[in-house]
T-cell receptor, first 114, second 111 residues
Framework: AQSVTQLGSHVSVSEGALVLLRCNYS??????LFWYVQYPNQGLQLLLK??????LVKGINGFEAEFKKSETSFHLTKPSAHMSDAAEYFC????????????FGSGTRLQVQP | NAGVTQTPKFRVLKTGQSMTLLCAQD?????MYWYRQDPGMGLRLIHY???????AKGEVPDGYNVSRLKKQNFLLGLESAAPSQTSVYFCASKERDYGYTFGSGTRLTVV
């Protein structure tokens, strides 16, 4: 069973437009949720994380995400896209508090059009 | 500089050859992980370790072995490489507050 689902493997927006990247999870326990960004040929950089504090989480580079338990969602948003936001974005969740390993979604590639 | 260092960064292997990927961290983290990244599949957990001398299997452990003889090092071995193991491999370590530090990756091609 898919534990983390990212809707849309590719998303294209115009520069200055709203960015919305979707992430839904399945978990029987309160989750820890993360968004990571990967630029071409680089490693993963943490954008933000939710660890059961405020449901609206602000991250780096103007991104934020809202944890909605009723919808089992943790969508990533940014009000105004920049060309530099073009990258691949991964949603991740910790499902097993024993090994505390991240389980990743399949990723969404964001393209920003001038 | 504190962080996670992976060596090598690139490698080409012939089918059947063996190799070891090294992950080193200088942050005194207990938990360490090996992932592989394939297009359209995100990152998948191969093996992990919750402390020196301990290792355990993740979701895709077949064809790989690991060792954690020293706390700072986590080694990933391929005994007999197969083309299906062509991938980008990432190592990560975990801080106390669920902060994960990733290495820059090893791009492995098996021909």
């Amino acid at each position: 069973a898919q534990s983390v689902t990212q809707l849309g493997s590719h998303v294209s927006v115009s520069e200055g437009a709203l960015v919305l990247l979707r992430c839904n999870y399945s978990s029987s326990v309160p989750p820890y949720l993360f968004w990571y960004v990967q630029y071409p040929n680089q490693g993963l950089q943490l954008l933000l994380k939710y660890t059961s504090a405020a449901t609206l989480v602000k991250g780096i580079n103007g991104f934020e995400a809202e944890f909605k338990k009723s919808e089992t969602s943790f969508h990533l948003t940014k009000p105004s896209a920049h060309m530099s936001d073009a990258a691949e974005y991964f949603c991740a969740v910790i499902l097993d508090t024993g090994r505390r390993a991240l389980t990743f979604g399949s990723g969404t590639r964001l393209q920003v059009q001038p | 500089n504190a962080g996670v260092t992976q060596t090598p960064k690139f490698r080409v292997l012939k089918t059947g050859q063996s190799m070891t990927l090294l992950c080193a961290q200088d942050m005194n983290h207990e938990y360490m992980y090996w992932y592989r990244q394939d297009p359209g599949m995100g990152l998948r957990l191969i093996h992990y370790s919750v402390g020196e001398g301990t290792t355990a299997k993740g979701e895709v452990p077949d064809g790989y072995n690991v060792s954690r003889l020293k706390k700072q090092n986590f080694l990933l071995g391929l005994e007999s490489a197969a083309p299906s193991q062509t991938s980008v491999y990432f190592c990560a370590s975990k801080e106390r507050d669920y902060g994960y530090t990733f290495g820059s990756g090893t791009r492995l091609t098996v021909v």
